[in-house]
């Protein structure tokens, strides 16, 4: 029989598991990219929005017109904008509160980014009925921008020394919404869904696992690891994603929307020891050339999907299309994608919680 126990140590918790042999082993606290260099303190006026809690329900619907999901029903996704209005603020609110302490040190930037999680938990958002697979979309990026958010700033205060996960309302709220989104791609999987298994499995990964370093829950880490060997298990020879490839005009944009979430799990990683990047005999390199090079010249996409790209648009590369390279090139440095992302420009991404890991 295995059994489990936690301690506190090193300001935070590890469980000690008591496994066949009868040996004790720790795990260690899971660990987050801002973890080893928190900002110094200094408290400054900071003015902190207050959204309101996000619905216990989602009701939200996808806007494509077409069977590759490529081209975008305007009415549609006027409506499903609407719709995401109320996720969109709150996660702004607390990316740009988390972004401010991580760049200033400002306690009451951190603390603002505090309030806004709390507010999420004791309402218990996010974890009711889901209208529709877009609905369980939105859950999960919802998850992963906040969650992110919570790492940026668990240094600050009193997340520095929490007693266990379950004692902290917004490390168990988050814990419950991340084992929803496990469990609904887990289902997914079995149904053998094409969501289960391109871009929209990978965020989901991506959540759960930066929900499980939040929790400290080991189970949703694992699992966010196991999307992304997945995701890099499915880099064709050639770099490309068939899955992604398959979504016509919007090919290279999808290529470069899947990254996103596959390089910051990879990060995510290897700070908890975990070699991603050398994954699957270096797989996701050749992805990352392959996509980026598509900012500069995309008629590799064109041909392969057979029809002309979408990205970059207006000829004009955006600063989602490329800023999640940020940590990567720190490890792996280009000059020809730092120039990219010198393009591109320094804006925070959404769906990653804001400014990536630097």
């Not at 009701?59 to 996720?87: M, T, W």
């Not at 020809?336 to 990536?356: D, E, F």
């Amino acid at each position: 029989m295995n059994v489990s126990v936690c301690r506190i140590i090193a300001g935070g918790t590890a469980a000690i598991v008591l496994g066949a042999a009868g040996l004790l082993h720790a795990e260690a606290p899971l660990l987050s990219p801002w973890d080893a260099h928190p900002p110094a303190p200094h408290p400054a006026p900071y003015t902190c929005p207050s959204p309101p809690a996000l619905p216990h329900d989602i009701v939200a619907y996808d806007f494509y017109s077409d069977s590759k999901h490529s081209v975008i029903d305007p009415k549609r996704y006027a409506a499903y904008k609407a719709a995401q209005d109320q996720f969109s603020q709150v996660v702004k609110a607390a990316e740009e509160a988390a972004d401010n302490y991580q760049r200033t040190g400002n306690t009451f930037a951190a603390t603002c980014v505090k309030q806004i999680l709390a507010t999420q938990a004791t309402a218990n958002a996010m974890t009711g009925s889901m209208s529709s697979n877009q609905a369980n979309y939105v859950q999960n990026w919802t998850l992963g921008a906040l969650a992110i958010s919570y790492l940026k700033v668990r240094k600050a205060g009193p997340y520095t020394l929490p007693a266990t996960p379950l004692q902290d309302p917004v490390q168990l709220w988050m814990k419950t919404v991340g084992k929803q989104v496990e469990d609904w791609f887990d289902d997914r999987r079995v149904k053998k869904t094409v969501d289960s298994q391109n871009n929209h499995h990978y965020w989901a990964g991506f959540a759960v696992m930066a929900a499980g370093i939040a929790a400290d829950d080991h189970g949703l880490y694992d699992w966010g690891v196991g999307t992304y060997k997945d995701g890099v298990d499915r880099i064709a020879p050639d770099g490309t994603l068939p899955l992604e490839m398959a979504r016509g005009q919007r090919a290279l944009h999808y290529h470069l929307f899947a990254l996103a979430p596959l390089v910051t799990m990879a990060e995510l990683g290897e700070v908890n020891g975990d070699g991603l990047y050398a994954y699957g005999h270096d797989a996701l390199h050749q992805l990352v050339s392959r996509a980026t090079s598509g900012l500069v010249d995309n008629h590799y996409f064109t041909d392969k999907a057979g029809v002309a790209q979408d990205t970059p648009e207006d000829g004009k590369i955006k600063s989602a299309d490329i800023i999640w390279v940020t940590p990567y090139l720190r490890r792996f440095p280009d000059p020809a994608i730092q120039s990219l992302l010198k393009q591109g420009g320094n804006a925070p991404y959404g769906y990653l919680g804001g400014m990536p890991p630097s």
